[in-house]
């Protein structure tokens, strides 16, 4: 287990989605993964295209809470799979329970905690994540009043620019 957790170190020095694959994480094309920690069984996560997964963020594939039920047969375990579709932003410090799948187009905001599968086309937030707006409606407001890659100063640091946007509200 040692020689794996160090292996895992490096590779994640230098990709983190190869990293989430050597773990056994299906991972698609083009994705962000801020997310550290998949669990005790990421061979049941399946990521999409096109995914950012921030830091902080748990996937939980399993209930612990179930070793609370025993009976002569003995504990029992409960185990269930994520499946992650494409063009899905997941904020920091999400929470992602077991058995949910998370539709093509969705923003989860910050902290939610997902209890119930998201459709695709949405915006959830809060504990319990709920639908809140439709992810092209959130879209099309960010491409009016958000900043573009155009509006960026190249002469100017991260800082100043950032500082100018503030002052353009």
Not at 44 to 71: F, P, R, Y
Request: net charge positive.
């Amino acid at each position: 287990m040692r020689v794996r957790k160090s292996i895992f170190k490096i590779i994640r020095l230098f990709n983190k989605s190869r990293a989430a694959k050597f773990l056994g994480v299906k991972v698609g094309k083009d994705c962000r993964l801020i997310i550290e920690d998949y669990g005790t069984e990421p061979w049941l996560i399946e990521i999409g295209n096109n995914v950012t997964i921030t830091s902080g963020v748990k996937l939980l594939t399993h209930d612990g809470s179930t070793c609370l039920a025993k009976d002569e047969k003995g504990r029992r375990y409960k185990y269930g799979r994520i499946t992650i579709g494409d063009n899905v932003f997941i904020g920091v410090n999400a929470i992602v329970l077991p058995g949910i799948t998370i539709g093509n187009n969705v923003i989860i905001g910050a902290g939610s905690v997902v209890t119930r599968s998201v459709a695709s086309d949405s915006v959830v937030t809060g504990n319990p994540a709920r639908h809140i707006k439709s992810f092209t409606d959130t879209i099309n407001y960010h491409l009016l009043y958000s900043i573009s890659d155009q509006d960026w100063n190249k002469k100017c640091t991260f800082r100043e620019n950032v500082e100018i946007f503030q002052n353009l509200k």
